[in-house]
């Protein structure tokens, strides 16, 4: 495999007092892909071999040190030089090699931090080895070096955890050798190597240390296995992490750094792994996103119910002044009271240090009339959802808001535009879907109108982030992107009852598929009156007899979930846990011979591709119908929203991963027998017939969007 020259300046090169500064240069976060290697390797071999140099120091540039290896390159079979060969010649050097840890140093980071013979560190530095959270290991020896620094448990406990810890506890750990004062971390770095020269310091490899492992009682490594298996089921890394770190303890290190290097790759070839590469990168917010965002200080949070509520939470834990506006008297102390508690509770939990706790119920102010959302630089309304009462909240925010306050509804599934439209600033209005508890949820749907400006998109998007939320641009079509899949997801739910499937088959091979509930257990949690009452809202709803026909008599028979005791299951007084009712049974029988239907065995296997079908297709028709900018977008939308399977990295991309070929002769199968609501989407016809997923056209869009400069 050839390598590639080195490209120039990605490792810039300077001699200070003898010592070779080698300074990686990647930006944004000096991620160590291929060509930065060679670089690497290059600067390395360059200063061995000039009898001018004493010593060498790595540093990065801004305010990473390196985030590790490129996640991009483990797609395709790994390229020389491998960092693992980069990193054995840095620990190979016969002059000392110092790491100046100038801020995060992950993964491959931390790897090439450990190869060095020293490593010193600022103040504002974390270290971590967050690999299992990609369904990797520690390619590049750290399962071998990190073990020999700190101990197999401590190790363990870092790569088994994936989180970054800040420069101290490294310092405690023996990680660094020393915390550099000041804010200079190249001039602290080069003082420590200027002293280590003078020390006549020899170069420190780790490979050549043991791994104190003398306190580790008797099956520890088994216990240790077992336990991290069972702590995130269905990856590989986990378990193979603590077999490469008993390796380290009893076999040389070239023998358990090539039992690393292969286990390294089992993971990376791994459907898990690459699922969740997939989503790593659907969930970074699209770079250029929040250019323009308006300065949002104070936000009017309109709805003092559960939403509204959860909204306000996230603001206020976030640094935003919130003031929530109710008329009803007795729902604003409701609203503030579940506020407080919410955010205490946090705090109890040591989720939230308590001063943090007590400043965010302080940012929290109460109102009863929205003439107080005047001072307001975001307002967020959360009423009910009725398109009359939002016109009416809209249209009075207009008379009282200044001209630049940008105008957000939370609405689920109504019209942005028309909501728009009661006001003289539809360009000002916009669409923020927030996931109910939301202060709980990542996921926020950014629905963007038909007027909405770039600068009111960028605010919302930019607020979202600050309150830690994954903010994704939708369009504007009735459920947006995540209800208007949910729907054909619930359709297929629905019409299985009444074919044979009880509510509990259809959730037991939902979940054991990996959704994190069923559908009708959702539906019983989230209450089963909403999705009627929105199915009334509909304008363009469906006159088959059959759509949704037992949600709808499951409501009509008080039956409204988990809030009554009483859904598609029975409840016990306090218990949560969904019971099958002989009632519902016998109330699905009565209306499948109502309508004529022929009851029959519905397979797990035919129930399981029916959900996710439909929300493939639906998937496909919302990117044709440019309503979902991308399939990662639906991806992240649907795992962060909805619990889709991570480690199947979401409905578009497991498509992927079946074949759009299987995907689409199954679709067509349900076409024959289930009629036209299973028409293949254009798109995905076409991307079978030529062989290709949703991320190639992904591919294909950004590549066409970069050529046209358009920012997401
Ligand atoms: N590879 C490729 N691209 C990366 C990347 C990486 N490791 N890390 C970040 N990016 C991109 C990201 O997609 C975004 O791109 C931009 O950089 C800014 O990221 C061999 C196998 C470091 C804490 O898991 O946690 O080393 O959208 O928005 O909020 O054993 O990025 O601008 O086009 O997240 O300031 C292990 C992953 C890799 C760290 C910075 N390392 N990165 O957060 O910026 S595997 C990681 C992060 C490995 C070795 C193993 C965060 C950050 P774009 P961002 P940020």
Not at 407 to 433: C, K, W, Y
Request: charged share 20%; glycine share 10%.
């Amino acid at each position: 495999m050839a390598s590639e020259a080195p490209a120039p300046s990605l490792v810039g090169s300077r001699t200070e007092d003898g010592v070779a500064v080698l300074t990686i240069a990647n930006p944004p976060v000096n991620a160590l892909a291929q060509p930065v290697r060679a670089a690497l390797l290059a600067a390395v071999l360059a200063a061995e071999a000039d009898p001018a140099i004493r010593a060498l120091l790595i540093i990065g540039s801004g305010k990473q040190f390196v985030a590790g290896a490129d996640i991009r390159e483990f797609d395709a079979p790994p390229r020389v030089p491998l960092l693992n060969d980069v990193l054995l010649k840095v620990e190979a050097a016969t002059k000392p090699v110092i790491a100046v840890l100038n801020g995060t140093a992950l993964g491959g980071g931390l790897e090439l931090a450990l190869a060095c013979h020293y490593r010193c560190a600022s103040g504002a530095a974390t270290l971590g080895l967050p690999e299992v959270k990609l369904g990797l290991l520690p390619g590049a020896g750290g399962t071998q070096r990190l073990p020999r620094l700190v101990g197999a448990a401590a190790a363990l406990e870092l790569m088994l955890g994936g989180v970054p810890i800040a420069a101290t506890r490294a310092r405690d750990l023996g990680i660094v050798d020393r915390l550099l004062g000041g804010s200079d971390a190249l001039a602290g770095g080069l003082a420590y190597a200027r002293e280590l020269v003078a020390a006549k310091a020899a170069p420190r490899r780790l490979r050549d240390e043991r791994v104190a492992a003398d306190g580790l009682e008797p099956g520890f490594f088994a216990a240790r296995r077992l336990e991290a298996v069972r702590a995130l089921p269905g990856l590989l890394a986990p378990g193979y992490i603590v077999e490469c770190v008993e390796a380290a303890v009893q076999q040389p290190f070239e023998a358990a750094l090539a039992l690393s290097r292969r286990r390294f790759e089992e993971c990376r070839e791994s459907v898990a792994s690459r699922s969740l590469r997939h989503l790593f990168f659907a969930e970074r917010p699209s770079s250029g996103a929040s250019a323009g965002a308006l300065v949002v200080k104070q936000v009017a949070v309109i709805g003092a119910g559960t939403m509204g509520a959860g909204i306000a939470i996230s603001l206020a834990t976030s640094g935003h002044a919130v003031v929530l506006i109710d008329p009803s008297e007795a729902a604003v102390a409701a609203g503030a009271e579940r506020i407080a508690a919410t955010i205490e509770a946090a705090v109890a939990k040591g989720r939230l240090a308590s001063a943090a706790g007590a400043e965010a119920i302080a940012r929290v102010t109460t109102a009863a009339t929205l003439e107080a959302a005047a001072g307001a630089d975001l307002v967020i309304e959360a009423v009910f959802e009725s398109m009359a009462v939002k016109r009416e909240v809209f249209a009075t925010l207009d008379r009282v808001c200044g001209p630049s306050v940008v105008l957000a509804t939370n609405t689920s599934t109504l019209d942005v535009d028309e909501i728009a439209s009661a006001t003289r600033r539809p360009g000002a209005v916009v669409g923020m879907h927030f996931f109910s508890p939301a202060n709980i949820m990542r996921l926020v749907e950014i629905v963007r109108g038909r007027a909405s400006t770039p600068a009111v998109m960028a605010t919302a998007l930019a607020v979202a982030r600050r309150m830690g939320k994954l903010g994704i641009v939708v369009g504007n079509g009735f459920g947006f992107v995540g209800n208007r899949m949910l729907y054909a997801y619930g359709r297929e739910n629905q019409l299985m009852l009444l074919e044979g499937a009880t509510p509990a088959a259809i959730d037991a091979a939902l979940k054991s598929f990996g959704m994190a509930m069923g559908p009708n257990a959702v539906g019983d949690l989230a209450g089963l009156d909403i999705g009627y009452r929105v199915r009334r809202e509909r304008k363009d709803r469906p006159t088959d007899p059959r759509y949704y026909r037992v949600a709808d008599l499951l409501v009509e028979a008080g039956r409204l979930g988990q809030k009554n005791g009483r859904g598609a299951y029975r409840y016990e007084p306090g218990s949560r846990e969904p019971l099958p009712d002989p009632a519902v049974e016998a109330l699905i029988l009565a209306e499948a011979a109502r309508l004529g239907i022929v009851r029959r065995e519905v397979a797990a296997e035919e129930i399981v591709a029916r959900c996710t079908f439909a929300l493939i297709n639906e998937g496909a028709r919302l990117l044709e119908e440019g309503i979902a900018l991308s399939a990662a977008d639906v991806d992240a939308i649907w795992c962060n929203g909805y619990g889709f399977p991570r480690l199947r990295g979401g409905p578009m991309f497991y498509a992927g991963s079946i074949g759009l070929a299987a995907v689409l002769a199954g679709i067509e199968g349900f076409r024959r027998t289930h009629g036209p609501d299973w028409t293949p989407a254009g798109l995905l016809a076409e991307l079978a017939a030529g062989g290709l997923s949703f991320e190639d056209w992904d591919r294909r869009r950004s590549a066409t969007a970069a050529g046209q400069g358009v920012v997401r």
